[in-house]
């Protein structure tokens, strides 16, 4: 059964010795089931998010979502870093001019099929966006 709740799955993560959060993870139900994380700097590059990603991936997987994405700035390539680890692929890239700081930003879009079928892609973004391609990472 699909977890069916407006606002999907949305959880703070914490470290493992308190219960103070010092960043977040969530899975939004709209059609695309993007994947989204932020976490306080000082605790970047431990781990954390990923370790957070792959047990929110299997909760998802377990309820019967079909798929997830995540799309991260270019700029910003640690962040595909983390969806690589936690198993999605890169599908394609795009540029939109992002709010609210009104400045072009390319895209990167990332993909994880959970129910088997590797051939489909979500499309949205590549349809949407006239400027899109696909990178060699």
């Known amino acids: 059964m699909i977890y069916t709740q407006p606002q999907g799955y949305a959880y703070a993560v914490c470290l493992r010795e308190d219960s103070i959060p010092i960043g977040y993870i969530k ?3 709209d059609e695309s089931h993007d994947l989204g994380y932020g976490l306080r700097r000082e ?3 431990r781990g954390i998010v990923t370790e957070a990603g792959k047990a929110v991936v299997e909760q998802v997987k377990r309820d019967g979502l079909p798929y997830i994405t995540a799309t991260h700035d270019r700029n910003n390539p640690r962040s595909g ?3 690589r680890k ?4 890169y599908c394609y890239s795009y540029k939109e001019q992002w709010q609210p700081k009104n400045i072009p930003v390319i895209f990167r879009m990332y993909q ?3 129910d088997g079928d590797q ?3 979500y499309k949205k973004y590549w ?3 006239s400027d899109h391609f696909v ?3």
């Not at 936690?86 to 692929?89: E, L, Q, S």
């Open 27 to 29: 899975v939004d139900m």
């Open 43 to 45: 605790f970047w590059r």
């Open 81 to 83: 870093n983390v969806m």
């Open 86 to 89: 936690i198993g999605m692929t």
């Open 112 to 114: 994880l099929n959970l």
């Open 119 to 121: 051939n489909f892609v």
């Open 127 to 129: 349809n949407i966006y």
């Open 135 to 137: 990178e060699k990472l």
